[in-house]
């Protein structure tokens, strides 16, 4: 069947329980989704540092195509964002700098080194997000870099942050539209930490100097992300998340992120998002799949995503949840990796915006229990995949899984000759 019949089917469908598709799908079309631009290159970046990756995060796999210079990892977005629907941003990291000389470190990264990602950007018509990349470096090779004993080591990060808060500001400006800049650092310990305040009072201090300087927050935003654990730091995280919701609490410009892999195994950040902003403008979320540990595993469409859309959309958040991926899996085709993902984080909005939103919360307050369970459960089971397809089609990307074919010739004409 035709995918605009079904989609007419799909649509009466729902008007009957008052649900308007074409509303959802205009609604869809607002909403960006900040695609990591890691998940092509195996989170190596261009720096030649010699550093492999580190910080307590893994990626295997070695599928063929992996992009090996910024041209072709620009490329690949490209092709990736062909076939995804909806408006993107890209996000990068400060490690796939382009610097002009090769004196530039860390420390001394500037706009410069990423303007040909701006150029990009500005083409593709989308935004860029940014992080600094407090891993895979010397020095960040004790597992410490915000919150090290070693004032110089400690300093060399702090300076990188700020590097990074006025190259993000700069990315905004290029691509007008406001970048968000998203700290993480890896610290922590394998072992038992037998003083935990300290470091954690060393990442508070260089939090403040980093955070000194006000910038236009018309361009850029800070975000901080928290962690439980990372491999070699099992025992203690000095960023955790009381640490970073109570920091982001105090400092109203900046917002606290939220990695679906970053909680304890049956925790999660669905439930979260809610809570924060009654306290909270905005937040990040790292949208992400932990499979046993924060394992970064491709996206699906499962009960956790949809919960997260779920979150979002029934209490009309989508302006203030930044919603940006985190994943990165070399097992598989790298560009089906991003296309799986974000178009599985864009069905899952989808999904939870085709929802009589009002009359199910006005059951609730009734406290009608039994029609809550019917109804909410019935409804799993109502025509989505037509209104997402008719949705792809009128976006001019392949609809169902024609896309995989697409990635296949891509794979055959570009990656596998690399
Ligand atoms: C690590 C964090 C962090 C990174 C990226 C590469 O556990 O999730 O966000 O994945 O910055
Ligand atoms: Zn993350």
Same mark, same amino acid.
């Given at each position: 069947m035709s995918i605009e019949k079904s989609y007419e089917l799909a649509r009466e469908q729902y008007a009957s329980i008052g649900v308007d598709t074409d509303k959802a799908i205009e609604r869809l079309k607002n909403i960006p989704i900040s695609i990591h631009c890691w998940q092509g290159d195996d989170v &190596?970046?261009?720096?030649?540092?010699?550093a492999s990756l580190d910080g307590g995060i893994a990626v295997t796999g070695n599928y063929?195509?992996?992009?090996? &210079?910024p041209d072709q990892l620009r490329a690949d977005m490209s092709f990736a964002f062909s076939l995804i629907p909806g408006p993107k941003k890209a996000n990068i990291h400060a490690c796939y700098s382009e610097p002009k000389s090769l004196k530039t470190d860390r420390d001394t990264i500037t706009p410069e080194c990423f303007s040909n990602w701006a150029d990009w950007a500005v083409e593709e018509k989308i935004g860029l997000d940014f992080n600094p990349t407090c891993f895979s470096h010397p020095k960040s090779s004790d597992g410490l870099t915000l919150s090290h004993p070693d004032e110089g080591i400690r300093q060399f990060w702090i300076d990188h942050c700020i590097r990074t808060r006025e190259i993000s500001e700069y990315l905004g400006k290029r691509t007008g539209i406001r970048s968000v800049n998203n700290i993480w650092v890896p610290d922590g310990f394998k072992d038992n930490c037998y003083d935990k305040l300290a470091p954690r009072a060393r990442l508070l201090d260089s939090l403040n100097k980093i955070e000194a300087k006000k910038l236009d927050s018309k361009y850029t935003v800070d975000a901080v992300e928290s962690k439980v654990f990372g491999m070699g730091a099992e025992a203690y995280t000095v960023g955790s998340h009381e640490f970073y919701l109570s920091y982001a609490m105090k400092n109203p410009g900046v917002m606290v992120t939220l990695d679906a892999g970053h909680f304890h195994p049956t925790e999660v950040i669905s439930n979260k998002i809610s809570s924060i902003l009654l306290f909270a403008d905005e937040l990040l979320l790292h949208v992400s799949r932990p499979?046993?540990?924060?394992?970064?595993?491709v996206v699906i469409l499962d009960d956790e995503l949809i919960a997260i859309a779920q979150e979002i959309t029934r209490n009309d958040l989508e302006s203030r949840v930044n919603i940006a991926l985190d994943f990165f899996d070399a097992s598989i085709n790298r560009i089906a990796a991003w296309v799986i993902g974000s178009r599985n984080t864009q069905k899952a909005l989808l999904k939870a915006m085709l929802e009589p939103v009002e009359a199910l919360k006005k059951t609730e307050n009734e406290l009608d229990f039994t029609t809550r369970l019917a109804l909410t459960e019935e409804y799993k089971s109502y025509p989505f995949g037509a209104v997402w397809d008719y949705y792809c089609e009128n976006m001019g990307v392949p609809t169902r899984e024609s896309w995989l074919e697409k990635v296949r010739a891509y794979e055959r004409d570009v990656l596998i000759k690399r």
């Open positions: &190596t970046g261009f720096e030649n540092l010699g063929p195509g992996k992009a090996k &210079t499979v046993r540990w924060d394992s970064d595993h």
